[in-house]
């Protein structure tokens, strides 16, 4: 809860952060340090981000607790005990918490408020700041620390206002949470929240019906409670593990077989497999270098995980229409789980194919199929978000000249290195498009981008510089070399959100920096060291 502190707000700060998650706590804690002066404005009652929004039953990261935390902070790493190999929604959330009040962060953040607009006054070299509770004021930089995965995407189905029931969405679930004991629920999508909330639903209501448009791959967690000798050798090594995550191109400290899966013999590809399917968790597609590369090697893993869904659901027909089919194994974010498949063996779920019989309506009693209806007295939508932009876009941002940032990106998001926008001075973005951002542990991502946003602005303190703004030349340049990143893996062709496609009519793009996180960080430091090289910093006399 915010705390009783009365808040020191600037009348006119420094920076204007937009967002209180972990990216947004973290830049705050760092740019005090400067002594620069920082309003935050979160649109949730607390911090957390992510983990304020998204309390469905059965929510967890995927990325290892002892990896998925902070490591700015020597000693909190230390002291911060995580109970469970992958961390529950709850216990992250707590850990923000726990961060807020260690850093005393909330007397500088607004709660309860969105920013809903940024206008830049190119005469003033400011931002103009409007928030969705009437309070203007301006900023001479600004930070969209707005989260990946933070604006909600319901289907566009007819009627959905209509169902008489209650209706949830996971990425805005009660905080009171939701008993469905005795309940026909139906939950709408198959991506990693309804993997995750199935299983747990499934053990409340008198009957579970999933609707499934496009089956995912998914791999089990093999989550356990905290080992101490686990926990004990993390902390042992902390920088030196950190270190070395960092060296793995998604940021997460695990081994990547550089063999091509199609390099080795059938036995010892299926062993392999096994092996990683037991490690448990997004580690599988570590099994082999060549899996995101390579359609025939990556067609091993596909039918290795087909195979385990095959062995785990007992009645063939549904494992079947469980199978994924038709796209690459990890092209769309492979989901983890805790007895997801299994969950089908139950009496009290089902599943409808929603390529055989699409649904035309929701109704007051519930779904209606071209084959079908049915009836609930609960549903839940676990339909995702309008990713990476969906929530910048929201803002109406209006840079250099009163162009706007939705025209500059009308055919797909383009930035120089996922911080900056040509045309957009002194307006940051964390993990931003163009940046490896939701294809790493986003807590790496989250420091480095903070860090370097850090040192930008000590650097234009001590030039006594008004702007710094991404150069046309080298967004262009840029957006190729992020293009071209794609291109080099199976990922663009797939209809995934990494690419907008679960957005009807937005671009087609593949939006994040495939590159790995030891490219990017080594481009980042270099173009910082290079006096940030494809950046133009002006003296407040060149201001316009
Ligand atoms: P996702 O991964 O975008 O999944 C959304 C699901 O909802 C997916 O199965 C969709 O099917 C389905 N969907 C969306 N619209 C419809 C309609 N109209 N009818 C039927 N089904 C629909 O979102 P999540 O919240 O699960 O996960 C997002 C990320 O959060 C995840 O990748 C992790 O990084 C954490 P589709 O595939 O489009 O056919």
């Not at 953040?109 to 004021?137: P, S, Y």
């Not at 007051?364 to 990476?388: H, I, N």
């Not at 293009?483 to 087609?508: D, E």
């Amino acid at each position: 809860m915010p705390d009783s502190l009365p808040p020191r707000h600037a009348a006119q700060p420094d920076v204007v952060i937009a967002g209180a998650g972990f990216a947004g706590m973290y830049l705050l804690h760092r740019l005090r340090a400067l002594g620069l002066r920082v309003r935050v404005f979160e649109a949730g009652h607390d911090v957390g981000g992510t983990w304020y929004w998204n309390r469905y039953p059965g929510a967890r990261c995927d990325v290892e607790s002892m990896q998925y935390s902070f490591s700015f902070d020597p000693e909190l790493q230390q002291s911060w005990n995580w109970s469970e190999r992958y961390a529950a929604q709850p216990e992250i959330l707590t850990y923000a918490q726990h961060i807020a009040e260690r850093l005393d962060l909330r007397r500088d953040i607004t709660f309860n408020t969105r920013v809903t607009a940024l206008h830049f006054d190119d005469a003033a070299q400011v931002w103009h700041v409007t928030t969705d509770t009437g309070e203007a004021l301006a900023a001479r930089f600004c930070v969209m620390s707005t989260g990946c995965l933070s604006t909600t995407k319901l289907p566009e189905i007819p009627g959905i206002q209509d169902f008489a029931g209650a209706t949830y969405h996971t990425g805005q679930w009660p905080h009171e949470g939701v008993d469905f004991t005795g309940q026909r629920v139906g939950v709408i999508g198959t991506g990693s929240s309804a993997i995750q909330a199935i299983p747990v639903i499934a053990q409340q209501a008198a009957h579970l019906t999933v609707f499934q448009r496009t089956p995912n791959f998914s791999v089990p967690a093999h989550n356990w409670p905290m080992r101490p000798e686990y926990e004990g050798a993390w902390k042992a090594e902390y920088p030196e593990r950190r270190a070395r995550a960092k060296q793995v191109r998604n940021g997460i400290l695990m081994s990547i077989n550089p063999e091509s899966a199609v390099a080795v013999d059938e036995a010892a590809r299926q062993k392999v497999y096994e092996e990683r399917w037991q490690m448990g968790g997004t580690q599988f597609m570590g099994a082999f270098g060549d899996l995101i590369l390579n359609r025939e090697s990556n067609e091993t893993a596909a039918e290795f995980v087909r195979g385990k869904i095959r062995s785990i659901v007992k009645d063939k027909a549904l494992a079947e229409l469980l199978c994924p089919q038709g796209y690459p194994i990890g092209t769309k974010r492979i989901c983890v789980d805790t007895g997801y498949y299994e969950t089908y063996n139950r009496g009290n779920v089902s599943l409808v194919d929603l390529r055989a019989a699409p649904i035309e309506a929701i109704t007051p009693q519930g779904v209606r199929t071209t084959a079908a209806e049915y009836a609930f007295d609960s549903l839940v939508f676990a339909t995702g978000f309008d990713a990476m932009t969906g929530t910048i876009l929201a803002v109406d941002i209006q840079g250099r000249g009163g162009q706007t940032l939705r025209a500059a990106w009308a055919e797909g998001p383009r930035t120089y290195l996922g911080l900056m926008v040509a045309g957009f001075p002194n307006l940051f973005t964390i993990t931003g498009p163009g940046s490896p951002s939701v294809l790493t542990n986003m807590l790496v991502s989250i420091e480095q981008h903070v860090d370097w946003i850090t040192t930008c602005l000590a650097t234009l303190q001590d030039r006594g510089a008004a702007s710094i703004e991404a150069t046309q030349a080298a967004q262009d340049d840029w957006a190729g070399q992020v293009a071209a990143a794609g291109n080099r893996t199976l990922y663009p062709n797939t209809a995934s959100w990494y690419a907008g496609a679960n957005v009807p009519g937005k671009p087609r793009v593949f939006m994040p920096y495939i590159g790995g996180v030891p490219a990017y960080h080594r481009i980042c430091a270099e173009v910082a060291a290079e006096g940030y090289r494809g950046f133009a910093i002006r003296a407040m006399a060149e201001a316009g």
